[in-house]
């Protein structure tokens, strides 16, 4: 099977940064799209950023200009960094990944999530 397991949320002051980190590991072909999601308690879960193999990317409006999504194809190893953090950027992030485990067959794999506070 597939895992993907987060690392660096924490407390932060605003205007702050963390760097959030996500390594796939398993039975791994290839890991295609890679992506963080967020979610706030009652709130549907929503896009943050999203980065093909290639390396392109894509932000929700909200973080352009503060977050930065990267890739390490050898690694398996999908980051984001945050910087000028803002109180409403607090939330549980998800990372998500489009996984082939064999030429042929492909899974949807999530993180188990992994909590960042935005607080003075």
């Known amino acids: 099977q597939v895992q993907l397991v987060e690392s660096g949320g924490g407390l932060v002051q605003p205007g702050g940064s963390l760097r959030l980190s996500c390594v796939a590991s398993?039975?791994?072909?290839?890991?295609?799209?890679m992506g963080w999601y967020r979610q706030a308690p009652e709130k549907e879960r929503e896009l943050v950023a999203t980065?093909?193999?290639?390396?392109?990317?894509d932000y929700t409006d909200s973080v352009k200009g503060r977050f930065t999504i990267s890739r390490d194809n050898a690694k398996n190893t999908v980051y984001l960094q945050m910087n000028n953090l803002k109180l409403e950027d607090t939330d549980v992030y998800y990372c998500?990944?489009?996984?082939?485990?064999?030429?042929?067959?492909?899974?949807?794999?999530w993180g188990q999530g992994t909590l960042v506070t935005v607080s003075s």
């Open positions: 998500n990944s489009r996984i082939l485990t064999t030429p042929y067959r492909s899974l949807e794999v």
């Open positions: 398993g039975t791994i072909f290839r890991a295609d799209d």
């Open positions: 980065i093909t193999r290639g390396g392109n990317t």
